[in-house]
T-cell receptor, first 112, second 117 residues
Framework: AQSVAQPEDQVNVAEGNPLTVKCTYS??????LFWYVQYPNRGLQFLLK??????LVKGSYGFEAEFNKSQTSFHLKKPSALVSDSALYFC??????????FGTGTSLTVIP | DTGVSQNPRHKITKRGQNVTFRCDPISEHNRLYWYRQTLGQGPEFLTY????????KSRLLSDRFSAERPKGSFSTLEIQRTEQGDSAMYLC???????????????FGPGTRLTVL
């Protein structure tokens, strides 16, 4: 069975500081991993994905994520947080092409 | 705008009424997905279509729920005899399909927020 865990419901970071949003996964076979961001009353916006290759994936808005197979993790990172990054972040896994399994989300607050 | 669109954006209904939501996917995307998101949770898969064929349904999709995609373009999700527990955001997503279907990104619409009184 596929599953995703986001261990932190809430992450607070000061503007300009680096941020990390954690994600661990459990999947049989090769994992295809995704990060989405959701602003209030909006749908999910795609940030980045890992399929294969380089473990460090770069995505939209300066975000990147590091795939770690041994730790089954796919943490989202950004070197310098902006207030506008405050939103809800979801990690998702898919290895069948049929559906995504989402984590419960992490609320990121960037403090000015 | 060529993204995924959903209508209505908000729906308030009384318990026991039927509601129908519409999703228009990105035009060249063959796969269309429905998810449900409740407060404080991630989206949960309901069903998906490959063109007009409904290929998989979650056990979350009770008999009161039905989804169609009659011409392989837009899709509708109907909930009959709504219950208060149906209150949620209903999200639609579409995905291109090709040789690398497993790696394709799902693109989400803005969602329809349902409130059942």
């Amino acid at each position: 069975a596929q599953s995703v865990a986001q261990p932190e419901d809430q992450v607070n970071v000061a503007e300009g500081n680096p941020l990390t949003v954690k994600c661990t996964y459990s999947v049989s076979g090769n994992p295809y991993l995704f990060w989405y961001v959701q602003y209030p009353n909006r749908g999910l916006q795609f940030l980045l994905k890992y399929i294969t290759g380089d473990n460090l994936v770069k995505g939209s808005y300066g975000f990147e994520a590091e795939f770690n197979k041994s730790q089954t993790s796919f943490h989202l990172k950004k070197p310098s947080a902006l207030v506008s990054d405050s939103a809800l972040y979801f990690c998702a896994v898919d290895n069948t092409g049929n559906q995504f399994y989402f984590g419960t989300g992490t609320s990121l607050t960037v403090i000015p | 705008d060529t993204g995924v669109s959903q209508n209505p954006r908000h729906k308030i209904t009384k318990r026991g009424q039927n509601v129908t939501f519409r999703c228009d996917p990105i035009s060249e995307h063959n796969r269309l997905y429905w998810y449900r998101q409740t407060l404080g949770q991630g989206p949960e898969f309901l069903t998906y279509f490959q063109n007009e064929a409904q290929l998989e349904k979650s056990r979350l999709l009770s008999d009161r729920f039905s989804a169609e995609r009659p011409k392989g373009s837009f899709s509708t999700l109907e909930i009959q005899r709504t219950e208060q527990g149906d209150s949620a955001m209903y999200l639609c997503a579409s995905r291109p399909t090709g040789l690398q279907r497993k790696t394709d990104t799902q693109y989400f619409g803005p969602g329809t927020r349902l409130t059942v009184l």
